[in-house]
DNA sequence: TCAAAAGTGTTTATAATACACCCATGG
DNA sequence: CCATGGGTGTATTATAAACACTTTTGA
């Protein structure tokens, strides 16, 4: 015997994407204005449609490429959505990935497109849908992942400031820090490479730039990076 | 204009759940035997498909249930698995759980009609499809979780010592842990109740039996309970 | 010369770890 | 009376947190 699954209900399923960035001040999210109903004209996550021969990822990668220009973005995927009318056209489900990227490097193009516009996360409209509910799950679960290992690299210039990182981990955990001990953690983690090379923008004195060695931290195991701030 | 979805690619949507037990020993895993074609004769995750009318959890709740015969099992979505062939019938997405159980509250007839079987987690055998990546996935969410906040209380019967409970930490964790340190870090986070009973199985002495106190826990922060073990 | 941001160490408090002996009882 | 598992506290180490002044330089 063998079963078939013909008697199964098929259903459609979505991704939708928390794209995150960051402006040197706040935690931001890149957010489509919805140009058809229902809902249109409302804030909304960008999002689409797994296709039959992809994977999630890649359905994600396709998704992000489609509003940013971007390849090989840093993406998680963190939970699938299925309250039953979650989507009032159709039942869907949807599996929500977050995304880290640099907000400088975006298509400007394609972000007119689609009427995208950045948000500060503390000041997100209301969305369409369940999206607001997506969102806080996203934040949640990066203000987690920030503690256990420290990404949100991607969320940064090549090259950043010490004062630039430190404002990045106050934004992502919506807490301020003090900024010696924060050095003091950033150091002991022995995963930046001091250039000799100052941003001359920030202040007169300047400040030393840093880049992330990538190599260094594969290096290193996964648990040595406790990073409790 | 109001988009319908009518062009898009609709798939099967599988729920697959882990369900792990504890037998003072070792963390263990409830696995059937697939009684039919492809892999029949194969070990298998329990799972079944969400119906158009129910959320996921919804659809985790009745799987449990077939197998288990019980309800409010306690159970956490991880992860959605999209391989493009990963089930070789049809194009399925599978979103996982895993679940935490009482050993002993577990129906044993429903076990025997699915030619179920209880497994050390690390004796599992190799399971179908990418059932085993689920597993190992589902292994380090429960050890994450369990780090953060004390679940596991699931596991055990509603009376328990704390030689049990270590020695459920100490499976989860696959590591062994002082009898000392343990049971203080335990106590300061006072949720539990002491009972003025023994269990007298284990020793000649006996050993005091023990409550989660689920009031007090409710009453806490959750970021009070960081359980570094 | 001064405003504005950068850079830098030490002290204290808290949390984690390591560690060993006595207790109670059934056989 | 002894074998078995239960119960208990302290000293040490490591990590986290609190804290303030000097440096640089362009305007």
């Not at 941003?199 to 400040?207: L, R």
Request: aromatic letters at 12%; one cysteine or more; charged letters at 30%.
């Amino acid at each position: 015997m063998l079963k078939n699954y013909n008697n199964e209900d098929k259903v459609l399923l979505a991704v939708d994407c928390i794209i995150f960035g960051f402006d040197n001040e706040d935690l931001k999210i890149l957010l489509i204005k919805r140009d058809f109903e229902p809902e249109k004209g409302k804030w909304s996550l960008i999002g689409g449609f797994l296709n039959k021969n992809e994977t999630l990822d890649l359905a994600a990668s396709r998704i992000l490429n489609r509003l940013t220009g971007m390849q090989d973005i840093y993406m998680e995927q963190f939970y699938a959505f299925s309250e039953v009318d979650r989507d009032p056209v159709d039942r869907t489900i949807s599996v929500s990935y977050y995304a880290l990227i640099n907000i400088e490097n975006h298509n400007e193009e394609l972000i007119e497109n689609y009427n995208a516009k950045w948000f500060s996360v503390s000041k997100a409209p209301k969305l369409i849908f369940d999206h607001n509910e997506m969102l806080g799950k996203a934040i949640r679960r990066l203000q987690r992942r920030t503690s256990i290992r420290p990404i949100g690299f991607e969320l940064l210039p090549e090259k950043f400031t010490m004062r630039q990182l430190q404002k990045l981990y106050e934004a992502i955990l919506n807490k301020e820090l003090d900024k010696r001990n924060f050095i003091n953690k950033i150091n002991s983690l022995d995963i930046l490479i001091k250039l000799n090379e100052k941003d001359m923008t920030s202040s007169t004195k300047g400040s030393y730039l840093y880049m992330f060695d990538q190599k260094k931290y594969d290096e290193k195991q996964v648990n040595n990076f406790y990073l409790k701030l």
